[in-house]
């Protein structure tokens, strides 16, 4: 049992344990540098990520602005799902912030599985896009009506090591505030 | 063949015709007076509906000002998700802005069809829920970039009555602008 492995019988813990071990089977080990970038806009995503060790963020480009969607870190998912589901160009970038290791499955290996043990890799594939849709459901609604405290704070739920990792001028810029204004926010959220 | 049936041919157009039969056979029909609420904060939200007929809205409320997600007319799925998914109290609500002529599926109902023809439901629910998710990463990305003429547009697309059918202060509302902004906004994306 690898380490890609543990992370996913208890990531997916209620499946059988020869889905859990077909599924990680499936990923090939990866790594990149500091700065190297999974995606860039207008490439085709035909992967799934799961960083092992590392950060990336994720940021859209329009009219020369800069706007970060996302940080990922150890044992997240990464990706450009739509781009991933529809077969399209991405309009993302996805950076590495630190050296990453990670294990990449590739949309073809993926419907593969849907092919060969239907009802259980279904399933697995329903409740993973059930995952992404909650997560970003709940983000449209922080986006909707959270003010930046509300927003940093729900960043670093379950990431307390977050800003240690990711430099505080990206946070700030997450946030569509200034690193002062991130500055204060820290100091009276502690 | 009922409508429902015939709508659903189309929107789960790659499924074998006999698991769209078993999936609309499924549902219930239903109707609500304009004013009345498919779901309220707090409710626990068991049931995916589809609009026949009919226009809705989905609000939160917090601090006491009200932020609307999401409109709704005919043909299209209206739910709180997260809290079908999650079996945990809505903090949204659904209110009908016209009278309302609806089909409902209930999550017990949704389960057993999972479970008596596993690989087929599975996977349309695999896609369901990849749907949703294409749907508010859409939503997010707007949210985090699109001013708000263009926040307008999408909203209309595909939906050029929606004007037509929702009050216009509503309208407003969502985009976070003042009603004469919105007509500006109208007068010069015609």
């Known amino acids: 049992m690898n380490k890609l492995h543990e992370h996913f019988s208890r990531i997916f813990n209620s499946f059988e ?33 799961f960083i092992l060790k590392g950060a990336m963020m994720c940021y859209y480009l ?4 800069q706007y970060i969607d996302e940080f990922s870190l150890d044992h997240e998912f990464i990706t450009d799902y739509t781009s991933f589901l529809t077969h399209s160009p991405s309009n ?11 294990y990449v499955l590739s949309n073809e290996s993926l419907n593969q599985l849907y092919q060969t043990n239907s009802a259980n890799f279904e399933r697995l594939g329903r409740v993973m896009a059930e995952q992404l849709y909650l997560q970003w459901h709940e983000k449209s609604k922080s986006l ?22 990711v430099p505080q001028y990206l946070i700030a810029e997450y946030l569509g505030i200034t690193p002062e204004s991130l500055s204060r926010i820290r100091k009276t959220s502690v």
Chains 1, 2 share one sequence.
């Open 17 to 49: 344990e020869q889905t859990v071990t077909a599924f990680a089977q499936a990923f090939n080990y990866k790594e990149f540098k500091k700065g190297e970038y999974l995606l860039k806009e207008g490439e085709y995503c035909n992967h799934l990520t």
């Open 62 to 65: 329009k009219d020369g602005k």
């Open 92 to 102: 993302k970038n996805i950076q590495c912030l630190e050296d990453c290791k990670v």
């Open 144 to 165: 909707l009506m959270d003010n930046a405290t509300e927003r940093y704070l729900k960043l670093i739920q379950n990431r307390a090591e977050l800003p240690q990792r």
